[in-house]
T-cell receptor, first 114, second 107 residues
Framework: DTEVTQTPKHLVMGMTNKKSLKCEQH?????MYWYKQKAKKPPELMFV???????INESVPSRFSPECPNSSLLNLHLHALQPEDSALYLC?????????????FGPGTRLTVL | KNEVEQSPQNLTAQEGEFITINCSYS?????LHWLQQHPGGGIVSLFM?????KKHGRLIATINIQEKHSSLHITASHPRDSAVYIC?????????WGAGTKLIIKP
């Protein structure tokens, strides 16, 4: 199984809602990532979980909070988002955060904030 | 100047043509990825290279570490190859992304 799955595929939410994005992999990978991608731009790294340790891109606002319940799952909790947060959210995993291991990407969640 | 530059930004070709997309980078890297993204969709990793050349089906990727340059070639291109192709380099355990090359193959 070389797949990273993400749910939901599409999400529409209001600015006062609380929602979560889910990401799962069963490849035994020890590093998982959240990226945000705006239209026609490359993905921007938001968070990395590597061996249960969280690394944060400090430009990411606190209305995004990651959670790693176990080594196969990575959630992204969303609260009080703004319309400019509308984007494609991509999850990825790799064997570890080291140099030579490729990242596997999920299909993404298309988020629209009204 | 961006650390990872791709060319061309946009490429339109006829079905069957040989396609080349280029990637130049200015930082030290431990590996380079070529990835594909269809409109509105997720990202598929095509290749990860640290030296030499790799081939998968009609796709070939090469890298010249000394010149800090990589190329992605598509032979016998097909309309289903239409997508954005992204070069990303691994630098200090992070990916630095190119802006992507939008490829359209016309039947």
């Amino acid at each position: 199984d070389t797949e990273v799955t993400q749910t939901p595929k599409h999400l529409v939410m209001g600015m006062t809602n609380k929602k979560s994005l889910k990401c799962e992999q069963h490849m035994g990978h020890r590093a998982m990532y959240w990226y945000k991608q705006k239209a026609k731009k490359p993905p921007e790294l938001m968070f990395v979980y590597s061996y249960e340790k969280l690394s944060i891109n400090e430009s990411v606002p606190s209305r995004f909070s990651p959670e790693c319940p176990n080594s196969s799952l990575l959630n992204l909790h969303l609260h009080a988002l703004q319309p400019e947060d509308s984007a494609l959210y991509l999850c990825a995993s790799s064997q570890d955060q080291g140099r030579l291991h490729g990242q596997y990407f999920g299909p993404g969640t298309r988020l629209t904030v009204l | 100047k961006n650390e990872v530059e791709q060319s061309p930004q946009n490429l339109t070709a006829q079905e069957g043509e040989f396609i080349t997309i280029n990637c130049s980078y200015s930082v030290g890297i431990s590996a380079l990825h070529w990835l594909q993204q269809h409109p509105g969709g997720g990202i598929v990793s095509l290749f990860m290279l640290s030296s030499g050349k790799k081939k998968h089906g009609r796709l070939i990727a090469t890298i010249n570490i000394q010149e800090k340059h990589s190329s992605l070639h598509i032979t016998a291109s097909h309309p289903r190859d239409s997508a954005v192709y992204i070069c990303a380099v691994v630098n200090n355990y992070q990916l630095i992304w190119g802006a992507g090359t939008k490829l359209i193959i016309k039947p």
